[in-house]
T-cell receptor
Framework: DAGVTQSPTHLIKTRGQQVTLRCSPKSGHDTVSWYQQALGQGPQFIFQYYEEEERQRGNFPDRFSGHQFPNYSSELNVNALLLGDSALYLC?????????????FGDGTRLSIL | AQTVTQSQPEMSVQEAETVTLSCTYD???????LFWYKQPPSRQMILVIRQEAYKQQNATENRFSVNFQKAAKSFSLKISDSQLGDAAMYFC???????????????FGQGTILTVHP
């Protein structure tokens, strides 16, 4: 039973560039959520996708965008990268609106901005 | 807006001893779940235990148990017989259930680093 997989593991970019992070949900899951975790901090919710639509969004600027594909996998895109975007980006999957269903997390993508 | 607060940035415990990690939260909703996640240096967030707000009985999972005080909005984690493998960052998290305004979104605390001494 494959868990949540994220790619790449680590990425280095420079200010102003754009980046795409990828996530495949756990087998059987249909909902993907993205979180940003700064060093030494708790994860912050970016947005959640279900049926290829953004269902909820946290307090992040429009530079952060996403997409969900028919196979439930998802991408997180960040444009015009800033130094402050350096963080661990976590993807979590779950079943849409299933009571008590916990979110399962991937290992994350470490994004470093130079 | 919901908030989750972990007031202990760091805790330490001797192997085989018991330690309690604290968490408080604030919400106006009545139907929600609370979670404790563990994040070792390998980075993956691992679910330790969960508690449904409507259930008065405290959840237990082997050596892990919670003390859920709904009126006080407190949700502490007790780790018994601590093992070296328990060393990690622990996060308390909140999520509203279906129909709640924040459904699906996990709100995390700042985390507590747990060190286990042999």
């Amino acid at each position: 039973d494959a868990g949540v997989t994220q790619s790449p593991t680590h990425l280095i970019k420079t200010r102003g560039q754009q980046v795409t992070l990828r996530c495949s949900p756990k087998s059987g899951h249909d909902t993907v959520s993205w979180y940003q975790q700064a060093l030494g901090q708790g994860p912050q919710f970016i947005f959640q996708y279900y049926e290829e639509e953004e269902r909820q969004r946290g307090n992040f600027p429009d530079r952060f965008s996403g997409h969900q594909f028919p196979n439930y996998s998802s991408e997180l895109n960040v444009n015009a990268l800033l130094l402050g975007d350096s963080a661990l980006y976590l993807c979590a999957s779950s079943l849409w609106r299933t009571r008590g269903q916990p979110q399962h997390f991937g290992d994350g993508t470490r994004l470093s901005i130079l | 807006a919901q908030t989750v607060t972990q007031s202990q940035p760091e805790m330490s415990v001797q192997e085989a001893e018991t330690v309690t990690l604290s968490c408080t939260y604030d919400t106006s909703e009545s139907d929600y779940y609370l979670f404790w996640y563990k994040q070792p240096p390998s980075r993956q967030m691992i679910l330790v235990i969960r508690q449904e707000a409507y259930k008065q009985q405290n959840a237990t999972e082997n050596r892990f148990s919670v003390n859920f005080q709904k009126a006080a909005k407190s949700f502490s984690l007790k780790i018994s017989d601590s093992q070296l493998g328990d060393a990690a960052m622990y996060f308390c998290a909140y999520r509203a259930n279906a129909g709640g305004t924040s459904y699906g979104k996990l709100t995390f605390g700042q985390g507590t680093i747990l060190t286990v001494h042999p």
